[in-house]
């Protein structure tokens, strides 16, 4: 290392029970078995069988990116304290200004509002400390639980792309969602409280 050069801090966020952190060598082997589980991989695009070689490239890389990068999507672990529970994505545009996100738990760990909280805390990352304007995701329309993490995170549903994405040969729609940057200081100003008077 030049001494003249100062060590990069490694990305992470803690929210109340997670850690939001780089993909690491450790995370492999869990890694690979929920991607290798074929009601996980329903909806997503990555190559099957998932192995134990393209998880090891993704870490490589990963790694080599350290966090969020301009133009790159980058994997991000979601830990819950007891190894990891699954992962987040995120895209940055070249100017870092649009952002896009995705996330995958493992089975045991789904049910307990953890993709929300990962997804909150990157959000709020995006907004807070990147200034990003936008911040978009796309679904499989078929997954209702992941549509329901983007609502409760705040996110517009925009509509929905027909026969737009070509996943393992079959021609999927795709629905749209989004959040502005103004839309989210909305959002997260609203009253959550139980209303004075219902009619």
Wanted: charged content about 25%; aromatic content about 10%.
């Amino acid at each position: 290392m030049n001494a003249g050069v100062p060590a990069r801090r490694p990305f992470c966020l803690e929210t109340e029970r997670l850690t939001i952190r780089p993909l690491d060598r450790t995370d492999i082997t869990a890694f690979t078995t929920y991607r290798q589980n074929p009601q996980i991989a329903r909806y997503q695009d990555w190559p099957m069988p998932y192995t134990r070689d393209h998880a090891h490239e993704l870490v490589d890389a990963m790694d080599a990116l350290g966090g969020p990068t301009p133009g790159e999507w980058v994997q991000l672990a979601v830990d819950a304290g007891d190894g990891l529970a699954g992962d987040v994505a995120v895209w940055l545009d070249d100017a870092a200004t649009l952002a896009m996100v995705g996330y995958t738990l493992e089975p045991e760990h789904q049910g307990h509002g953890y993709a929300a909280e990962a997804v909150e805390a990157i959000v709020d990352w995006l907004f807070r400390r990147r200034k990003v304007h936008r911040i978009a995701a796309t679904i499989d329309p078929r997954n209702l639980a992941s549509a329901r993490v983007l609502e409760r995170c705040g996110f517009e549903y925009v509509g929905t792309a027909r026969s737009a994405a070509l996943v393992r040969g079959e021609w999927c729609d795709d629905a749209r969602f989004s959040l502005l940057q103004p839309d989210w200081v909305s959002w997260r100003e609203r009253p959550t409280g139980a209303p004075d008077d219902v009619s």
